[in-house]
């Protein structure tokens, strides 16, 4: 079995509002859990649709939708705050930013190096470390959106 590991898009970071979790949040949801509430600020942007924050991802409303319409169900998709900083507004005073919601895989892996183990199944995971692996299928429909500039490294079971 083969899994992905995927390293989108950091187009910005925690922007000022962002609520952080307590260890005991970490312990509960893992390595989601330390961020509660997330502020993505915009520093740039190449046009993806999948963007990550460690440890959260985002997902632009177009993938979002995508999604909700898929048979995909080992996520779950939360509002966040989207704002865009003032380089950002200096760089791209015309370029407009869709709307994003915060995509939070639910599956659980271990990778070390390029070998995954303690898979649970799931097609979206979080390892302990916040990397993102997927499987094929979900490789392939991430595919289908802008992952221009998503580094994919292939996992092979340990």
Known sequence: M???FLEPEVSG???EHTIYGTEEDIAIEGISGKVK???????????DDLLESTP????????GTE???????????EKCLITTSDDFKEMYPNKNIPEFSRFIPLGKIEVEGDNFKNWSGNHFCLSPKGELVVTQDALDFFKRVSIDNCFITTLTQA
């Open 67 to 77: 999604l909700e319409n898929s048979d995909f169900s080992d996520y779950k998709l």
């Open 56 to 63: 959260a991802f985002i997902v632009s409303s177009n993938l």
């Open 2 to 4: 083969k899994l992905y």
């Open 37 to 47: 509430y997330l502020h993505y600020e915009f520093e740039g942007w190449l046009g």
């Open 13 to 15: 970071g925690h922007g």
